[in-house]
Each structure stands twice: as structure tokens, then as C-alpha cells.
T-cell receptor
């Protein structure tokens, strides 16, 4: 079956760095998305990786290893506003989205 | 875990026809379902919030007569794109909130609509 795993909750300190991991098993693979979702709001697009490697975009970076079925989202210089849920979603061979359950990130002062 | 399905997963239709997309919560009851539209590598745009047994709440700029939403049961919501045009081609995603766990949203796999 198809499956995505990510931690349920993580806690980090303002100004620090946090890495949110995501492992996936899908029928075929056409890329992986990371979204940020604040409570009561629609998910906001953060990144899309389809090739192996690290993509950096400001304070956020996303990494993909297709051979390992693994991705991570790296958040640097954490700010209080980064407190949110982070969703990992993979596109399978039919371009269907397989969603993780989301990681709730709590930032403490 | 909670599963949300969508049907069909992919649809191609002619301009002017109507298309119905179903969103089902398979193993839980969902009082509230959401319909989103996604453009390539962009954020999900909330179109409407669907509540079981009542009229949907549409976001500003979304035509309610064009995007008809029906949430007739606790496990099914439908989105009908009426008189579809090529600009309606998009990826439509639904999500559902478990009645027993209102803090968590479960997303469906999406429906890719192509209007010729």
C-alpha cells in the first residue's frame, strides 16, 4: 500500500534549527511537496522536490532522496510564526497526492 | 489512519459540460469538508467549506452557481463544476475533519480536471 510517515509533533526553540522528516512508500513517484498550515487556514506551498538533493529557499530548505524514499524540511532561525502544522505529500504514478498526517511544530521562546 | 477518497481521480471533459467530483471519508464521519483548488507548485486555494446538512460557505471570488457543493451525508460531499471551461482545468482537492477530532484535517488524493 501507499504510505507516508512523519512525526506527529515536534518542539523547538525560537532562533534554533529544526528538521522535520518524512518517509514515503508510493506506487511510482512524481515528486514530493511540503506545505505549511496554520490552524484554520489553507495549506501554503513551501517546496516541491522531484530530483535528489537539497533545495534552499530562504530560511526553509527541503531535501529528497528517492532511493531511500526520504525527505526532510529544514527550518532555520525559527520564529514564533513558524508554529504550524507541516504536511508532507507525495505524487504517485497517477499524479495522485498521498498525504502525511502532518507534523505539529511548537516553537517556544 | 483516517482515509479520504476522491472520485474520479482524473477527468477530461468538453467545454460546456458539467463534472461531478465526489469526496468520501471512508472510516470516519466528517461534519465539515473543505474543497480546494491547486495550481502547479502553488498553495491550496480554499474554495468553500461544506457542512453536512447545510449550505456551503464559499470564499470570496468563488462562484457558488458554478461550483455547486452538496454535503448530504456525514461521509460524502460532492463538487459539481457546471458549464466547465478550459480555465477551470485544475487539481481539485478535498479534505475532511473528523467529527470526533476537529483539530485534524485529512486530505484526499485530488481530482485532476482537464477541460478541452
Amino acid at each position: 500500500g501507499q504510505n507516508i510517515d512523519q512525526p506527529t509533533e515536534m518542539t523547538a526553540t525560537e532562533g534554533a534549527i529544526v528538521q522535520i522528516n518524512c518517509t514515503y512508500q508510493t506506487s511510482g513517484f512524481n515528486g514530493l511537496f511540503w506545505y505549511q498550515q496554520h490552524a484554520g487556514e489553507a495549506p501554503t506551498f513551501l517546496s516541491y522536490n522531484v530530483l535528489d538533493g537539497l533545495e534552499e529557499k530562504g530560511r526553509f530548505s527541503s531535501f529528497l532522496s528517492r532511493s531511500k524514499g526520504y525527505s526532510y524540511l529544514l527550518l532555520k532561525e525559527l520564529q514564533m510564526k513558524d508554529s504550524a502544522s507541516y504536511l508532507c505529500a507525495a505524487l504517485d504514478s497517477n499524479y495522485q497526492l498521498i498525504w502525511g498526517a502532518g507534523t505539529k511544530l511548537i516553537i517556544k521562546p | 489512519g483516517a482515509v479520504v477518497s476522491q472520485h474520479p481521480s482524473w477527468v477530461i471533459c468538453k467545454s460546456g459540460t458539467s463534472v461531478k467530483i465526489e469526496c468520501r471519508s471512508l472510516d470516519f464521519q466528517a461534519t465539515t469538508m473543505f474543497w480546494y483548488r491547486q495550481f502547479p507548485k502553488q498553495s491550496l486555494m480554499l474554495m468553500a467549506t461544506s457542512n453536512e446538512g447545510s449550505k456551503a460557505t464559499y470564499e470570496q471570488g468563488v462562484e457558488k452557481d458554478k461550483f455547486l457543493i452538496n454535503h448530504a451525508s456525514l461521509t460524502l460531499s460532492t463538487l459539481t463544476v457546471t458549464s466547465a471551461h478550459p480555465e477551470d482545468s485544475s487539481f481539485y482537492i478535498c479534505s475532511a475533519k473528523n467529527t470526533g477530532d476537529a483539530d485534524t484535517q485529512y486530505f484526499g488524493p485530488g481530482t485532476r480536471l482537464t477541460v478541452l
